[in-house]
């Protein structure tokens, strides 16, 4: 079954500085990749999403690349933000079509001003 | 539009005890699904559902019990609590097709003792 692994587990940056996530899969058959984002004590949120036949995709602050041949992909936030704080969750789907999602671990961002 | 309705919030459970935690959302969603999260360990898909009738497992399904007769209604039966079970609890809904967008309930907090 698919795998995901995400790296680091904690990031701390300084306000305006910019913060990377990475993710790897494991199952060829992906196709969607989504990040959410998880305040305390609330459910995860979507953020940004890519989809296997786009290679990057923008909205404002944030970017995520997706590199098929490697297996991996990544978010950026630039400009970062005490609000920014939170835990980023990367997934992918286990079989292709998007019926459920496999997550990784998780990255605790810390932003201080 | 309430989107993904767990209940209840939060929940003691004694060793051996049954109980259901609901989930219910108003999107007409097919898909909908239900994930563990427990420190360090990211979000675990326990069981999934593309629509009404159809179920099936997940990472951890063991201890879990699932069924949906509705399109609304996605509810997770834990037939006998273990300690290992105590967790958060996420219910999850997206639509089909091409819009893979996963929405998330707020959670149950479950603690086995």
């Known amino acids: 079954g698919e795998n995901v692994e995400q790296h680091p587990s904690t990031l701390s940056v300084q306000e305006g500085d910019s913060a990377v996530i990475k993710c790897t899969y494991s199952?060829?058959?992906?196709?969607?990749f989504p990040w959410y984002k998880q305040e305390l004590g609330k459910g995860p949120q979507l953020i940004i999403d890519?989809?296997?036949?786009?290679g990057e995709k923008k909205d404002q602050r944030i970017a995520v690349t997706l590199n098929k041949t490697a297996k991996h992909f990544s978010l950026h936030i630039t400009e970062t933000q005490p609000e920014d704080s939170a835990v980023y969750f990367c997934?992918?789907?286990?079989?292709?079509?998007?019926?459920?999602?496999?997550f990784g671990k998780g990255t605790t961002l810390s932003v201080s001003s | 539009n309430a989107g993904v309705t767990q209940t209840p919030k939060f929940q003691v459970l004694k060793t051996g005890q049954s109980m259901t935690l609901q989930c219910a959302q108003d999107?007409?969603?097919?898909?909908m699904s239900w994930y563990r999260q427990d420190p360090g360990m990211g979000l675990r898909l326990i069981h999934y559902?593309?629509?009404?009738?159809?179920?099936d497992q997940g990472e951890v399904p063991n201890g879990y019990n699932v069924s949906r007769s509705t399109t609304e209604d996605f509810p997770l039966r834990l037939l006998s609590a273990a300690p290992s079970q105590t967790s958060v609890y996420f219910c999850?809904?997206?639509?089909?097709?091409?819009?893979?967008?996963?929405?998330f309930g707020s959670g149950t907090r479950l603690t086995v003792v």
């Open positions: 999850a809904s997206s639509q089909t097709g091409n819009n893979y967008g996963y929405t």
């Open positions: 199952d060829s058959a992906s196709n969607y």
């Open positions: 890519i989809r296997s036949n786009v």
């Open positions: 997934a992918a789907t286990p079989d292709g079509a998007g019926t459920a999602l496999i």
């Open positions: 999107m007409n969603h097919e898909y």
């Open positions: 559902s593309v629509g009404a009738g159809i179920t």
